[in-house]
């Protein structure tokens, strides 16, 4: 049966699948941001009270770097008693505190329905204090997007949302807080984007701009404006462009390195015949010690990276700092304390920076420690969008813009070459969980029913009666699992299965017409519209275990115009392949 009709135009087809409650979620991130900004005073605030606590034996919350201490040889116990406090407090706190706190809401999100707990928003920045209080060499970052994150996520679960909904408020948290620490409200976007978010939609994306914008705007009246390490660097010229690619390179092999070591590490760790519990401890005494022989390692060190930028540091100097600093975030990091990863990235790779300095055409001395620090972010995350546009962010460098592009990208291009997984998927891989970080446009997104659907339809009329209906559609010759049934209008009355036809031979006479059946049936509420897109109508398959639905004109009059089925949704696959395997010469000599 062939069924003309008139279908609905392209203006019933959207570019992006929007309802009223993308109004709610955008209402939520605007006390979210601000929250996520207060979240980061407080952290920033427990880690300068920690610092005094354990290095001067003072209460107070005034910036002092622990280089300044006076403990000498004793500094060594230091970061081994906040290794004890952090390791009783997962023991017996939560688990989830251990960790730079960026896999862990990566694993919430994608395996945990974006669930996090008030322990954990209580207990990571608390612990992470303790940490880098204490002398580690990590970042406020990590912890805070874990912060923001629990924040965001808290709200949601006291009102009615879906796990796609309270992800958005998640992502909205961990990147207000991000957004908070260092002033870079674009990259934290971007952050959410290539690491969180794991979608391209308005329900999501607009949630997180708000959080960050309120965020950034925020942000000054509780930890001051501006960047947090400015910079100016010339034009670079045309040489610049081989330097840059060579930095990337460069940048790309040290951060497939560090990877490599910090999981090696770990490994060890595991090996080691004591309860978990005391790593942390085990961590701290290689941070005692590496603090002990290079005090300026130790804590986040802001202060390095501003002095590594600015080329204050003569090259010896720099080079042993940072093998010290990197030895402690190596170990300490594996040991599973609490921390953050981003500033002791961005420190070594200055560091890079500024041992290449001397040698590079095209660029002026300054610019290379900035280029090399974004360029080891992209290749240690795996996100080259948000390592460039964060070192804009941290130095408002225009000029360093083109340099940083590109050598973000020849480090990221180096480093999913060399390695299967970023730092940190490679954590969330090694607990069973893979996580596969390419996506796009989903062809069933893109496809719409109209476009798959079969219009020539074998119908029940429905006068027929049971048993004609059992010999003629369900007999031997039976084409389909499911078959609609209509009225002499074409308005479709539901679907008839073999299952539903033997249970009305049962109840009823053979001759009954099949329109008694569906008299007594509720109108059937599976069916599918023409502009809808296949990725839809598959859910709805898959959620209800039919083979079949039919596709009406409208919900009203109900009229069929056609049935698609699931394999009818392989189409779109299908086109999809011939986009990505079929290679051809389309032009010929």
Request: glycine content about 10%.
């Amino acid at each position: 049966m062939q069924l003309h009709t008139s279908e609905p135009h392209a203006s019933h087809k959207r570019d992006f699948s929007v309802d009223r409650r993308l109004l709610l979620l955008s209402a939520l991130a605007v006390p979210i941001g601000a929250l996520g900004t207060l979240a980061a005073w407080l952290l920033l605030t427990l880690i300068r009270l920690f610092t005094n606590l354990f290095f001067f034996q003072s209460l107070s919350v005034a910036d002092r770097s622990p280089a300044d201490h006076t403990l000498g040889a004793w500094v060594i116990a230091v970061p081994v008693l906040g290794g004890i406090v952090v390791g009783l407090m997962a023991r017996y706190g939560s688990e989830k505190i251990r960790g730079h706190g960026i896999p862990e809401a990566i694993e919430a999100i994608l395996f945990g329905k974006s669930r996090l707990s008030p322990k954990v928003a209580l207990l990571k920045p608390l612990s992470s204090g303790i940490a880098i209080g204490s002398g580690g060499p990590f970042g406020a970052e990590g912890p805070i997007i874990m912060t923001g994150g629990a924040i965001g996520s808290l709200l949601a679960q006291f009102i009615h949302l879906s796990a796609g909904e309270r992800k958005a408020l998640l992502v909205a948290g961990a990147t207000a807080g991000m957004t908070a620490v260092f002033g870079t409200p674009v990259a934290a976007v971007l952050l959410g984007v290539e690491l969180l978010l794991f979608e391209w939609r308005p329900r999501s994306l607009l949630p997180v701009m708000l959080a960050c914008s309120v965020a950034g705007f925020t942000r000054p009246l509780l930890l001051g404006a501006g960047p947090l390490f400015p910079l100016q660097t010339p034009t670079p010229d045309g040489l610049a462009l081989i330097s840059c690619v060579v930095a990337g390179l460069l940048s790309g092999l040290l951060s497939a390195a560090l990877s490599r070591a910090l999981y090696a590490v770990e490994d060890a760790f595991h090996r080691l015949p004591v309860h978990w519990m005391w790593w942390p401890a085990l961590g701290g005494l290689a941070i005692g010690i590496g603090g002990w022989l290079q005090p300026r390692a130790l804590g986040v060190g802001y202060d390095v990276i501003g002095d590594l930028l600015h080329h204050r540091l003569l090259l010896g100097a720099a080079l042993a700092l940072l093998a010290a600093k990197a030895v402690m975030w190596v170990i300490a990091l594996g040991s599973g304390t609490s921390g953050g990863v981003l500033a002791p990235l961005l420190m070594m790779g200055a560091g890079l920076g500024t041992a290449l300095g001397g040698v590079m055409p095209g660029g002026d001395l300054l610019l290379w420690p900035l280029v090399c620090m974004a360029a080891v972010l992209a290749g240690v995350l795996g996100a080259p969008l948000t390592a460039a546009t964060f070192a804009f962010g941290l130095t408002h460098d225009a000029n360093a813009l083109l340099p940083l592009l590109l050598a973000c990208a020849a480090s990221h291009g180096l480093s999913v070459m060399l390695m299967k997984r970023s730092i940190l998927t490679e954590k969330i891989a090694r607990r069973g969980r893979h996580i596969y970080r390419e996506y796009g446009v989903d062809p069933h997104e893109r496809t719409h029913v109209d476009e798959v659907m079969t219009r020539e339809v074998q119908t029940i009329p429905a006068s027929s009666t049971l048993a004609d209906a059992q010999h003629r559609w369900f007999g031997p010759a039976q084409r389909h699992r499911a078959f609609p049934v209509v009225d002499d209008a074409g308005t479709l009355l539901g679907m008839l299965d073999r299952r539903t036809l033997q249970d009305a031979l049962q109840a009823r006479t053979a001759c009954a017409p099949l329109a008694q059946l569906y008299a007594a049936m509720p109108a059937a509420a599976a069916v599918a519209r023409s502009h809808e897109t296949c990725r839809a109508v598959a859910q709805r398959l898959a959620s209800t275990g039919l083979e079949r639905l039919p596709v009406v004109a409208d919900l009203v009059s109900r009229r069929l115009i056609g049935v698609v089925s699931r394999s009818g949704l392989v189409k779109p696959a299908h086109a999809q392949f011939e986009e990505e395997g079929r290679r051809e010469a389309l032009i010929r000599f």
